[in-house]
């Protein structure tokens, strides 16, 4: 079976909860003041002051979350195809929390250029 590939935001809402490609350009951006928490491999907490996103064709944006630094490093700016599980439904921001409604996101399997290096 193949999986499917996500090129604009118009794609995503059928695809929510299942394996994709996602295809794009792979920005990082910088959340300071704020630092991002997030568990490593191991199991122990690290924090980050970068999140990187996936803007597709459309200009749509989904959320990767704290990536390895090796990978922001080979990727940043460069057209990628992203391979993870599609969480397009995420249930809206209270209003009485100061916070835009949340990105649909990625859970990576794997990040690969599109063009060679």
């Not at 003041?33 to 568990?39: M, N």
């Not at 690290?46 to 990727?75: C, M, N, Q």
């Amino acid at each position: 079976m193949s999986i499917p590939v996500v090129r604009i935001g118009a794609e995503l809402e059928m695809l929510d909860g299942q394996v994709v490609k996602a295809v794009g350009t792979y920005l990082v951006t910088s959340m300071l003041p704020h630092l991002a928490i997030y568990k490593r491999p191991d199991g122990s907490l690290a924090e980050s002051e970068t999140i990187v996103y996936l803007r597709l064709k459309d200009k749509t944006v989904l959320d990767l979350g704290v990536r390895p630094d090796e990978e922001i490093s080979r990727f940043d700016a460069k057209d990628v195809a992203v391979t993870g599980r599609l969480r397009a439904k995420l249930p809206p921001i209270p209003q009485d929390r100061a916070a835009p409604d949340p990105l649909p996101l990625i859970f990576v399997e794997s990040v690969e250029a599109l063009i060679s290096e």
